[in-house]
């Protein structure tokens, strides 16, 4: 069974350029959640959507967007790029909510650079 | 706010030897995770604890919850170089729309 699948597994972008990242699920999984890991602040939960609906959402500004399409697939972008938007992306997906005992199956992650 | 404490934050041990891993959390949760992450690796599932009491083992690891103290412990016993790694508590907040918070994790360093 193919794990989640993320694309690209790395990008260089420049200051003020916009990026969008891709996820695919593991088969049969509804849930996708995303979290943006860096040394600083750890791993932070961005959003995380369920059957094409947007759940939660972490405090990251609203350059920070994400959706969910009716195979699962997710994609996250974010808008006017920082410095400090320099991290690795993780996507996971699990079979139900991740409150409902579902553990996480993460992907390899987009290591996303922004000079 | 949901705050997930680990400690230590850095573990360096010698092979063979015992220590435990303390997951903290600030909220009303039955439910946690364990993950660990190897170096430009992913995340891991390592165990899921759903209930108080919970006890789940894997060969040198071995978790536990309660869910009274809001308390994990991930044991290692005997440790070996394989289990370096970081690892990971993770928490669902029931009270926070039922998101996951991550620990900042435990460095551990097994030296032979």
């Known amino acids: 069974k193919a794990g989640v699948t993320q694309t690209p597994r790395y990008l260089i972008k420049t200051r003020g350029q916009q990026v969008t990242l891709s996820c695919s699920p593991i088969?049969?999984?509804?849930?996708v959640s995303w979290y943006q890991q860096t040394p600083g602040q750890g791993l932070q939960f961005l959003f995380e959507y369920f059957s094409e609906t947007q759940r939660n959402k972490g405090n990251f500004p609203g350059r920070f967007s994400g959706r969910q399409f009716s195979n699962s697939r997710s994609e996250m972008n974010v808008s006017t790029l920082e410095l400090g938007d320099s991290a690795l992306y993780l996507c996971a997906s699990s079979l139900g909510f991740p409150g409902q005992n579902s553990p996480l199956h993460f992907g390899n992650g987009t290591r996303l650079t922004v000079t | 706010e949901l705050k997930v404490e680990q400690n230590p934050l850095f573990l360096s041990m010698q092979e063979g030897k015992n220590y435990t891993i303390y997951c903290n959390y600030s909220?009303?949760?039955?439910?946690l995770y364990w993950y660990r992450q190897d170096p430009g690796k992913s995340l891991e599932s390592l165990f899921v604890l759903l209930s108080n009491g919970a006890v789940k083992q894997e060969g040198r690891l071995m978790a536990s919850l309660d869910t009274k103290a809001r308390l994990s412990t991930l044991h290692i016993t005997a440790a070996v170089h394989d289990l370096s790694a970081t690892y990971f508590c993770a928490v669902v907040g029931m009270e926070y729309g039922n998101k996951l918070v991550f620990g900042a994790g435990t460095i551990l360093r097994v030296k032979s």
């Open positions: 909220t009303t949760s039955d439910r």
């Open positions: 088969s049969g999984h509804r849930s």
